[in-house]
């Protein structure tokens, strides 16, 4: 019972921070488009509210007994892996640093970075040339 209800908090937090960060990325990029049309700022802003929200809630996770497994499975994984995995890499190339394990937290990044945009033109390119026969 104890897992359905965790699968159901993470699903509602997910929903709200998918909400959130549409809502949010929207209203930045109404408001910044004139001024920087060439550059993503609403996707930036999310990206950036969501690292400072994951320290913030990770760190009082672990020095308070603030936040309840049930809380930060709502709030961590549900709320801002909707409102953006950003964060969760963020943070976990942060641990990785902070124990140390630095050729491994580079690996990572790099990794991720480049695997993510080259599977992105893949995926483009597959589905271009799918779509022309």
Known sequence: ???LLILLLIGLGGALGSAARYALSTLVTALTTTASPFFPW???VV???GCLMIGIIFTLGLETPWLSPAGRA???????GGFTTFSTFANE??????EGKTATALLYMLSSNLVGLGF???????TLWWLRG
Do not use: D, R, S, V
């Open 120 to 126: 992105a033109a893949l995926g483009h390119h597959l």
């Open 93 to 98: 190339t942060l641990l990785l640093f902070q």
């Open 47 to 49: 990206n950036a509210l």
């Open 42 to 44: 609403g996707t930036w």
């Open 1 to 3: 019972m104890e897992n």
């Open 74 to 80: 709502f709030l961590i994984t549900g709320f801002l």
